[in-house]
């Protein structure tokens, strides 16, 4: 549904970025006689994203969120055991976690990146915990060396929520292989669509490979112990048959999960690859706006509003962008309205997960996550920065965000105006 207000830059890309290129790529498949599912275009199109984040094995799926169940289920959880999450995320990174009878431990990040912080996670992380799943926040890539260290002292395994972090870089790699599994999202929002849905997995291991190829294709992820030969059949028959191979792998003791169909079509894989190599451009579009932002900031020195600022070898992808306003909610309030009345939509991004109902359902309760809880509740923002802007309205924006932070900081006396010392709560 469009929002109420026709903001003069809105949020969210109205429309799509798809152009001629892509039109054309949908043209060849439809007027192509391979049938229109796990036809060449998907296979070219994982083949493309195999070599981008330079793992052993890119399977496509319908959505991140697919995806993301679907790691979820390699991770074969028993009762009992911890998982370690990220609050400051979409739901969809933990959703699947509350069907499981699984004990779910919330570490708290960084109060810049709002990444998980590895101080926090040597601090949740026990014998007990089984996997840690954290999201590159808006584009900028977690801590991994740190995250990976203190997960493997404790044996867990580590997956990556990479739905933002297409075109990022962390000390000359990208995310998406710094892990054991990470999960893509195609959705139109992202840093490249396919046709408005879709998402991927990627991992170097060649057993989870296997069984994610099976969960998408609707067959059942379990071990088989083969029959031969197969019975109740003549063998000349089975050339008749499809899905023989299904019906007759062998016997099976008990299955892992049931299968679904979460096949990507051909259509929307051509326009993955199409996306995949204008990617960098709408990357460099994407920091070319963040910079514009982060300079008219940077041009009032004494508004002590706080940007995030990576270290050297961190490349932020800028999925979002993200700033944080000190002196508490009010504050934030005020800049919040100014930049609506200025035409500005602004969005907070994510509500700290722990404090949904149906976690709070499960015993989380306010408290757990203190720096998550302070900057979400009280400084943190995030503005316009996707390549659907044209120049006047990356010129609208910043103008904007610069009569804000003057609006706002301007009009209060200056000890009001110096930098609080964090509080928590
Ligand atoms: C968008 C998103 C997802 C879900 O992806 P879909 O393709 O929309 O299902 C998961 N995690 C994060 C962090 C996201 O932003």
Known sequence: MPSARPYDVPFARRGSTLDDQELAAVTEVLRSDHPLSAGPWRTRFEAEFRAYTGTRHALSVTSGTVALEIALGLLDLEPG?????????????????????VRVRFCDVDPVSLN????????????RTRAVILVHYGGWPAEMA???????????????????ALGAELDGRHPGGLADIACWSFHTSKNITTLGEGGMLTTDRDDWAERIDRLRNNRVDADFTAVAPPPG???????????AEYVYRGTCDRHRRAGTNAT?????????????????GFVARRRAICARLDEVAGALPDVPIRLQRPRAGVGHAQHLYTCFVPGGQERRRELVEALDRRGVEVQLRYFPLHLVPEWQARGHRRGECPVAERVWFEEHLNLPAHPGLSDAQVDRLTEAFADSLTEVYRSRPAAARAPQVARTR
């Open 146 to 164: 740190s995250i990976l260290r203190i997960a493997r002292e404790h044996g867990a395994l580590v997956v990556e929520d990479c739905a933002h």
């Open 116 to 127: 998980v912080d590895p101080g926090s996670l040597a601090s949740v992380i026990t014998a």
């Open 81 to 101: 055991d911890e998982v370690v999450v990220t609050p400051q995320t979409f739901q969809a990174t933990i959703q699947p976690l509350l069907d499981r009878d």
């Open 233 to 243: 059949i003549e063998p000349a028959l089975l050339a008749h048959m499809p899905y």
């Open 264 to 280: 990507l079509s051909d259509a929307a894989a051509a326009v993955g690859s199409v996306q995949l190599r204008k990617l960098d």
